[in-house]
Structure formats: C-alpha cells, structure tokens
C-alpha cells in the first residue's frame, strides 16, 4: 500500500497588502503537491479577523484554525524579513495557537531586498524551538525579492531555486521520517 503523504502547512508570514509573501507560498505549495509524498496547506493570516486586543479570534474560527493546523504533519514557513526580524502578523499566528507546533519539524523560506532573510529565520528558530518544534537546518534564502518578480507581481524562480527548495523539501522528508509510525494502522503522525 502506497504510504499517505504528509501533510505540509505553508505558513503566509506577511499580510501587507501587495505582499511578496503569498505568491512565493503559493509556488512552494504547487511544487509540494506536484511530489508524491507530500501535500500542502495554506494557513494565511490576511484571511483571519487578527486584532491585538483581548479576544484575538472569535472562537469559532479560532478552533478552525487550530483543527487545522493540528493535522499537519509539518510547516513550512515562508517570511520575509522586517527590521532584521521577521513580521508581528507571524509571531501573532504563532502565538494564538500555541500547541499545534509541538514535535513538529519546521522548514523555511525566507527572503529581503538586502538579505536572505537569515536574521528572521534565527529569530524564529528560536521560537519554535522554545515551543518545542523541531526546526530543521536547511532554509531557502532569497536575496533581492524583487528581481524574482515580473511587474505583474508574479513570482519568477529560476531553475537554481526551485531545486533548491527541491533539495529543502527532499530533506524535509527525510526529518520527517523518524516520526513516522512504523506501526500497522498508524499513517500519520498526528494521529498518534
Ligand atoms: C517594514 C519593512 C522592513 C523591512 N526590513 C528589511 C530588512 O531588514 N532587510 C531586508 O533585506 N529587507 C527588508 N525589507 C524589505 C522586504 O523584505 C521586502 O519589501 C519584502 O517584499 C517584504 O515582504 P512582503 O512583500 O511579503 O511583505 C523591509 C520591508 C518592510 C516593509
């Protein structure tokens, strides 16, 4: 029997409006479906009613969120970098829904106009890591964001990236394994 693939949440980081950050999720997330051992979620903060007052979700979509988060076996984040940090709209996501990253391996793709985006990664392994995910080594960092767009907003890897994230995903999968029950009936991590 064929094995289920893994479920993979790509996490939007930035909500401005004519954010870089949706089409490079969104490339990520076709290049996850188009392999046969992974699938892709999209949890975007811009769709959810963030404020920064007491209740920051109602709990309807509150318990959405998390169900759906709770069911991926994995997240790859996608963040620019701000200020040498990495969005206040993530560390919000992040921080309303707590629990659901817990012994989960989690991937990056980062990116700027002057850097990589290598400062928000670090920032942000370190959160995870206190939430007690499991961030893995290996990140795609994308220099000059905007030379990878057409004037349509489109984003335009070229060939040497999108293997890069091929090579990103490659071992993703493998971190993956480890966590994967070998036991009859047990296909997928979260259902242990
Ligand atoms: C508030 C702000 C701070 C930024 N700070 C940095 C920075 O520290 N380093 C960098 O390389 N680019 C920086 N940039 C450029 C962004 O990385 C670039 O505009 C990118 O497209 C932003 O991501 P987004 O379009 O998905 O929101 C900054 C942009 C903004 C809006």
Redesign the pocket.
Known sequence: MAPVPLSIATVI??A?Y?????P?AQWAASRINARHDMTADMIDPSGLPLSFGEQPLPLDIWCQLEARMEKADAFLVVT??????Y?AVLKHLIDIVPNVWQAKPVCFIS?????K?M?AVEQLRQVFSFLQAIPIDHALGL?G??RYFDRNNVFKPDSDTTQHLSTMLDRFHQALQPMISVQPGRKRIHEQ
């Open positions: 980081g930035s401005r004519g954010r870089r950050c949706e490079i620019p970098e701000y200020h040498q940090g969005p990116y700027g106009t002057y850097s985006g400062q220099e964001i905007e």
